[in-house]
């Protein structure tokens, strides 16, 4: 189905990049190299030319640690926005936040997406999204506290509650006023979930495909492709590449990433093999 992410409309043939930008000091993957605003500027600069279709910036690591406020969060992300949305004023930005507040000020400022990692946490954040006309991004987790780790998560079928979850948030999404082709569905890989619920949830991503939302996923360098394969951060990304082949094939829209052009390969060859896209040049035995 057409997917409108603020003032942007893609087609159900495309398959779109969403690129990390973290307005934080201690992110995991980064390490706080895209802290400074001037980084985390120029990090928009190169993904925008690397070919995403999207940015998401993030003003909180979902880790635990050092409690960060609404001022706070808004410090961060707010402003950047703005900036952001001046520079590139065709650009989807999308802030990863879980707070109406900071929602609000975002939308305000020029955001187009608001995806909320944590699963509907702040029941407010649908009244925002449909305030401003902005798409959300619906999670699930388990029902697990922001910024907690789970522990001895426990489903009788963990697929069934992940699309269960997701569908009851798209569902309060489109009554609060959300646009139907302004939501979007999230397994959320490692939230509220260990190791084998994460690989059981990629194994059967089709069932959530299924469901006639566009479902994004959010594989980069997380802990259950860490540790499947016994690798740090930093060392993941071939991991990822894998994990992001069986969501392409299976026909996942969004893919929220660190690396750009090697996730754009890997999606673009996996769709053209599944027919959802042409190649670029195909002249051997022709010509």
């Known amino acids: 189905m057409t997917l409108k992410l603020g003032r942007q409309a893609f087609g159900d043939d495309e398959a779109l990049m969403m690129a990390i930008v973290n307005r934080t000091p201690d992110s995991f993957f980064d390490k706080g190299a895209t802290w400074a605003e001037d ?39 707010v402003d950047f926005v703005a900036r952001v949305r001046e520079t590139y004023p065709d650009l989807v930005i999308s802030v990863d936040t879980w707070r109406a507040e900071v929602g609000a000020a975002v939308c305000a400022a ?18 925002v999204a449909a305030q401003y006309d902005a798409a959300i991004i619906c999670t699930h987790t388990g029902g697990v506290t922001p910024r907690t780790r789970p522990y001895r998560l426990e489903y009788d079928d963990v697929v069934a509650s992940t699309i269960h979850d997701t569908l009851a948030y798209a569902e309060r999404a489109l009554a609060a006023g959300v646009s139907r082709e302004s939501i979007v569905i999230d397994p959320a890989h490692d939230f ?57 094939l299976a026909g996942a829209r969004i893919y929220r990433v660190h690396q750009v052009p090697e996730t754009r390969q890997t999606v673009d060859m996996v769709w053209t093999i599944a027919g959802r896209r042409p190649p670029l040049r195909a002249i051997r035995g022709i010509q």
């Open 39 to 77: 980084a985390a500027f120029e990090r928009v600069a190169t993904v925008v030319e690397q070919g995403a279709e999207i940015v998401d910036i993030g003003g909180i690591k979902a880790a635990p640690g050092v409690e960060i406020g609404p001022e706070e969060e808004k410090a961060r992300v």
């Open 110 to 127: 020029g955001a187009d997406v608001l995806n909320d990692a944590w699963g509907g946490a702040d029941p407010e954040l649908v009244d």
């Open 192 to 248: 509220g979930k260990n190791t084998f619920q994460s690989l059981e949830v990629t194994r059967r991503i089709g069932e959530m495909v299924a469901t006639g939302w566009p479902v994004l996923v959010s594989l980069s360098n997380k802990d259950f492709v860490g540790e499947t394969l016994g690798l740090e951060v930093g060392e993941r990304l071939l991991g990822t590449l894998a994990a992001t082949s069986v969501c392409a």
